[in-house]
């Protein structure tokens, strides 16, 4: 009878609360977290060895890793992938965009993260960036450190991620990169250091925000085109154009562009010297690539930071050339692949690089 009245009363409490708002108010957040690999889901036969197996680790086992996880959003993993993120495809990339935009969609999910090999992080959150139709939080994450290293710092840069997927300050900031108590707008950062834990800069505009163990606050705003304002969907896409990276060097030879074109590329991007030169070989060879082939060459930098301007040395008019801006060579081949894939011709093509 006693039991009876106490859960009596306890229902009459929860119908109370729910009427008044309480029960909302302290619902947590629902955070999916998409795995994909990487050394953050790495293991090592030693804590104190630099060599290790990256994509090793499940997800509910790194769920596992983080104390206070579940206080901060309600938390729930999927494997999409396992894989060092030098093997990470544009068919992951599509798996992964075309899961994200379903789970958004739901009102059952406030905000996403993915784990994330360091390698190719921020050509996947830009990709992401530019395909994902949400206001919600997408943040991707990783780390330097194995999950099995001395001073792993994956756990935290999980919690941290976790954190700013859960915050409503973070929505229509576009897709994220959050290592190292930094988050970073997946446009302008680069993984400017091969193993050190702070590794992920955004040179030129600097950071997005920062991260404390949860506490989270942003420093400015993303100024290019992303997510809902995005002209790019990958609805119904099963592949993208090929489009291939050339670095450039002095005296390189002109039959590379030539070769690339042979193999089946219809779009180059060149790592060019400087602000994006080449050799006027080289440039010759694109402006032929174009007109015999339509194949379009944009000009991007092998220097770690700065931009590529347009007619700087020569016009780029003359060559049917590109400027990629800020975006370095990978985000450039990013952006040229779903563009053609778009079907947006070159008289478009620079007015592109200027806005996304
Ligand atoms: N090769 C690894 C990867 O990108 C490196 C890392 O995650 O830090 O998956």
Do not use: C
Not at 14 to 39: E, H, R, S, Y
């Amino acid at each position: 009878m006693r039991a009876l009245k106490l859960k009596m009363i306890a229902f009459l409490m929860a119908v109370a609360m729910t009427t008044m708002g309480f029960a909302q108010d302290t619902a947590l957040p629902n955070v999916k977290i998409l795995a994909t690999g990487g050394t953050i889901a790495g293991s090592a036969s030693s804590a104190t060895s630099g060599s290790y197996s990256a994509g090793q680790v499940g997800i509910q086992t790194m769920i596992n890793a983080v104390p206070g996880i579940k206080k901060i959003a309600d938390v729930s993993g999927e494997q999409i992938a396992n894989v060092g993120s030098q093997d990470m495809s544009v068919e992951i990339w599509l798996k992964l965009a075309n899961r994200i935009n379903e789970l958004l969609a739901s009102d059952d999910v406030d905000g996403i993260v993915i784990t994330h090999g360091t390698d190719t992080q921020e050509e996947t959150a830009y990709f992401l960036s530019l395909v994902v139709k949400s206001d919600k939080p997408v943040v991707t994450t990783g780390s330097m450190r194995s999950s099995t290293s001395i001073s792993a710092e994956g756990p935290l840069n999980l919690y941290n991620a976790v954190a700013i997927a859960a915050d409503s300050q973070s929505k229509g900031k576009g897709v994220m990169v959050s290592l190292n108590d930094q988050i970073h707008a997946a446009r302008d950062v680069s993984k400017m250091n091969t193993t050190n834990v702070n590794s992920f800069q955004s040179p030129i505009k600097g950071m997005l925000g920062g991260v404390f163990y949860g506490r989270l606050g942003f420093f400015r705003e993303p100024n290019t085109k992303f997510g809902n304002s995005s002209k790019f969907s990958i609805e119904g896409i099963e592949k993208l154009p090929r489009v291939d990276i050339i670095y450039a060097y002095a005296d390189m030879s002109p039959d590379l562009i030539d070769m690339h074109v042979k193999a089946g590329a219809k779009g180059i991007v060149i790592a060019g010297v400087g602000n994006g030169n080449m050799t006027d070989a080289i440039l010759k060879a694109a402006k032929k690539a174009y007109e015999e082939h339509g194949v379009i060459v944009v000009r991007s930098t092998r220097a770690a930071t700065g931009w590529v301007l347009r007619d700087n040395e020569f016009k780029d008019d003359d060559y049917h050339t590109v400027a990629s801006g800020d975006l370095n060579p990978a985000k450039a081949r990013i952006l040229l692949m779903l563009a053609l894939s778009n079907g947006e011709k070159l008289s478009e093509m620079q007015n592109l690089f200027d806005t996304y």
